[in-house]
């Protein structure tokens, strides 16, 4: 990880990002390599992250010793929001997929300033509001599309430079389906050239991808 000031980190200047100069002013570039952990589960919030470039997920881990994937993360999500609004007492942990980009503000700085300033608690439930719908309609999702079809909107979303390298029990566990029923569904993706296998993943062919989407949302 690797951590700029924001005020010398010039690059970002240009970006419109709806915080004060006096919140900048005080805030960090954090700089992560694929799978690095940006946020530790049960460990102490210490910043109110922003993604400004790049991609994470938040995983959970069960009491049966498994990890779930919640949720993927993109570019303006926020990490940390639920603690902050005291609506989560424990956090989750977040890892960076790929090389991921975020600003950070100091947690006891949002607490005192940002809460306070009404314009930011309304932009932050209106997106807390958002970030549950996308959970709920992911599982939405699962309940009523064939896997191919998951499957096919997973890879183009989380891949990084055509590679998608998640681990396949927990892409199973997130989509809902058993371990076997993934790997033959990604051994058909092969063999119509959607995906091809290679170290450490697989690299997706996007526009064969996106065509099998159009062809079953044709239906």
């Known amino acids: 990880m690797k951590r700029t000031l924001y005020p010398v980190a010039k690059k970002f200047h240009q970006l419109d990002l709806p915080f004060s100069t006096g919140t900048l002013e005080q805030s960090s570039i954090y700089e992560f390599s ?4 940006i946020q530790e589960e049960a460990g102490t919030l210490t910043h109110l992250y922003v993604i400004l470039e790049g991609k994470a997920k938040i995983i959970k881990s069960q009491a049966n010793g498994k990890r779930s994937i919640l949720q993927f993360l993109h ?36 607490k005192q300033v940002l809460m306070q300033d009404i314009d930011f608690v309304k932009m932050i ?13 992911h599982f939405s999702i699962n309940q009523t599309y064939q896997l191919n079809y998951r ?3 997973l890879l183009l979303e ?8 998640e681990k396949l029990t927990e892409t199973a566990e997130y989509l809902g389906v058993s371990y076997r ?3 033959y569904t990604l051994k058909t993706f092969k063999e119509n050239d959607c995906v091809y296998r290679e170290s450490g993943g697989y690299r997706i062919n996007e526009a064969n ?7 079953m949302q044709s239906y």
């Open 158 to 165: 989380v891949a990084v430079a055509g590679i998608y390298q």
């Open 181 to 183: 029923h993934l790997t």
């Open 34 to 37: 694929h799978n690095e952990l």
């Open 209 to 215: 991808l996106k065509q099998l989407i159009r062809s």
């Open 75 to 110: 570019s303006g999500d926020f990490i940390g929001d639920l603690t902050l609004v005291s609506a989560e007492k424990t956090t989750k942990e977040v890892l960076a997929i790929g090389p991921t980009i975020c600003l950070a503000l100091p947690i006891d700085h949002a």
């Open 125 to 137: 439930s209106r997106y807390i509001g958002d970030k549950l719908i996308r959970r709920m309609e």
């Open 151 to 153: 499957l096919a909107l």
